[in-house]
């Protein structure tokens, strides 16, 4: 374990760091998208005379395009519903991991950090698959995985 914790700790510091890393460029790229379609749209917007150019361009097809990619962000069921898979499968796989890797450890005294990691990972990880298949089953239901919106129960 002296050898094993050192290495341990090494890559998920840089793991964690890496996705602080990845998440912060992420969002300033989502943030200038942002701002220059925002700019696009108020210069489109400024161009129409009239309320009523305005009105007819909004109710036609175009103008129905428009108004959805006004939206900042429109967040994907599916998207969301898959990185709760991902993140749930990896968590699981560690939490069993570590919770096989408790019997190398009896002599060193080590075995009670290994169970409650393992144990946190694998009930973290069941949690996030849960939260997929509900977040599945009620995104089919309410119509949003294929796009059409439906308020029925």
């Known amino acids: 374990m002296d050898v094993l914790a050192p290495i341990l700790g090494s890559v998920g510091i840089l793991a964690t760091v890496g996705w602080i890393l990845r998440s912060y460029l992420s969002h300033r790229r989502l943030l200038k ?6 700019e696009l749209q108020g210069k489109l917007l400024d161009k129409f005379s009239s309320t009523e150019d305005l009105h007819a361009y909004l109710e036609s097809d175009v103008g129905e395009k428009f108004l959805l990619s ?62 997929a298949g509900v977040s599945a089953r009620l995104s089919r239901r309410w119509g949003l995985l294929n796009g059409q919106k439906s308020h029925e129960g």
């Open 33 to 38: 998208t942002t701002t220059l379609q925002a």
């Open 70 to 131: 006004a939206t900042i962000e429109q967040a994907s069921p599916l998207r969301r519903i898959l990185g709760s898979v991902q993140v749930g499968l990896i968590l699981t796989a560690a939490g069993i991991a570590f919770l096989s890797m408790e019997s190398r450890f009896t002599d060193s005294g080590d075995e009670l950090g290994m169970i409650f990691i393992g144990t946190l990972s694998l009930a973290l990880g069941i949690g996030f698959l849960v939260s």
